[in-house]
């Protein structure tokens, strides 16, 4: 039995991975860290301090890093292991990921190689993974069936169009055109490389980002991200569920949007408020004929949250291609897969009108993810792994 102290921040998987640490014999305790001043707070790091003297700890547990969480244990001695569920992560481009106590865990495999190869000495590659207990745990409880399902924010509100009418006209038509770019792929991001050294020397006449002086992020890295990266999401988020909307009308099919952006101009669907997490959203999936999903272009390699979710709720899932699927799934037998608005569109026609093959391929894919890919199976690898 171990002693693990959970950073607790408002992280979707933050009950599931405190349940199943505990469900393993482990010892738990929650301690809350803040989501502002995550890089430089002493006062913090003091309290931090305190806290893991007064307990007997094997190591601190968080989702995405913390350099506070770091900065502490590097003090006390104790190793901190970081489990990422959002890529990039700002807060790693910061002088504490070097601290020789951090055993980091990457979901993303492009990310993984880049701190691995900037130096980062214990540097892991896992995926995510599904409570698989839980979300079988909950059945439909309504009886009601969805056609076409995507739960996900559209990014409306976004650094960018707070900015746009305040850029010369050369870059805000260069950026137009990258955006422009960026819609005709389906996984991973150009913007970091359409940004130029020229173009980021003339941004930061307009642009001016605040961070801490151990902070080694630069502007490429966050325009491409915070600003651009978000951009790009809306627009392909509302582009691509607009014409989708209107294609399963035609066929007497509804489109369902589950997020806090229900102002959205999308005629055609069927808005829908925020669902919770745990209690309705493994309900939604197993109810809905197709669900999708639509990652953001800030993820350049690796499969969020909701691929691993849909799948063990025994949901069909249609996502657009990302390069990890194929490691660790078949593509037509557990999941499907489109790279552009064409096949989108045609596929989920295909799978709406196709009962048993949709319903064999959500199967295959369940029992892929409760066979290989549990939250507890990730859990006791990456306790595994760790060179303590």
């Known amino acids: 039995m171990m002693h693990i102290v959970l950073c607790n921040w408002k992280a979707y998987q933050q009950q599931d991975i405190y349940d199943t640490l505990c469900s393993l014999g482990h010892k738990v305790f929650p301690f809350t ?12 790091v003091e309290q931090f301090c305190a ?33 990422t569920c959002d890529s990039p992560l700002i807060s790693l481009y910061h002088e504490s990921v070097f601290h020789p106590c951090n055993h980091l865990f990457f979901f993303d495999h492009k990310d993984y190689t880049t701190f691995r190869d900037m130096g ?11 409570n698989v ?27 960018y169009d707070q900015i746009a009418d305040k850029l010369p006209p050369y870059l ?19 913007l970091p490389t359409l940004l ?14 605040e961070k801490s002086e151990r902070s080694f992020s630069d502007t490429r890295l966050l325009f491409a991200t915070t600003v651009l990266g978000f951009k790009a999401a809306s627009l392909q988020r509302m582009h691509l569920l607009d014409r989708l909307s209107l294609a399963v009308r035609k066929t007497g099919h509804k489109l369902h949007l589950f ?74 037998t557990h999941l499907e897969t489109f790279e552009n608005e064409e096949e989108l569109i045609d596929k989920t026609q295909y799978y709406l009108a196709h009962d048993t093959e949709r319903q064999k391929i959500a199967q295959n894919g369940l029992q892929l993810v409760q066979e290989n890919h549990t939250l507890r199976q990730r859990l006791i690898s990456l306790l595994t792994q760790l060179t303590l």
Request: net charge negative; glycine share 6%.
């Open 33 to 44: 860290v803040p989501t502002d001043h995550c890089e430089d707070n002493p006062l913090f």
């Open 51 to 83: 806290f893991l003297q007064q307990h007997p700890v094997d190591l601190v547990f968080s989702i995405n890093y913390f350099p506070i969480v770091s900065d502490a244990c590097y003090e006390q001695d104790i190793p901190y292991v970081a489990w």
């Open 120 to 130: 980062v000495a214990h540097a892991y590659y896992l995926p995510l993974a599904a």
């Open 133 to 159: 207990e839980r979300l079988r745990s909950q059945t439909p409880d309504d009886g009601q069936t969805y056609d076409v399902s995507f739960v996900g924010n559209l990014y409306l509100h976004n650094s």
């Open 172 to 190: 805000s038509g260069y950026f137009d055109c990258a955006l422009e770019a960026q819609q005709q792929i389906t996984g991973g991001s150009l």
């Open 196 to 209: 130029t050294d020229d173009i980021c020397d003339q941004l930061e006449q307009y642009v001016h980002y």
């Open 259 to 332: 997020t806090e952006n229900t102002n959205a101009n999308l005629p055609l669907l069927q808005m829908h408020p925020p669902i919770d997490y745990y209690t309705k959203l493994p309900c939604l999936y197993q109810n809905s004929l197709v669900n999708l999903n639509i990652t953001i272009p800030n993820i350049q390699t690796g499969l969020p949250l909701r691929i691993w979710d849909v799948l063990g709720s025994g949901g069909f899932l249609l996502t657009n291609a990302q390069a990890e699927i194929a490691e660790w799934m078949d593509i037509g």
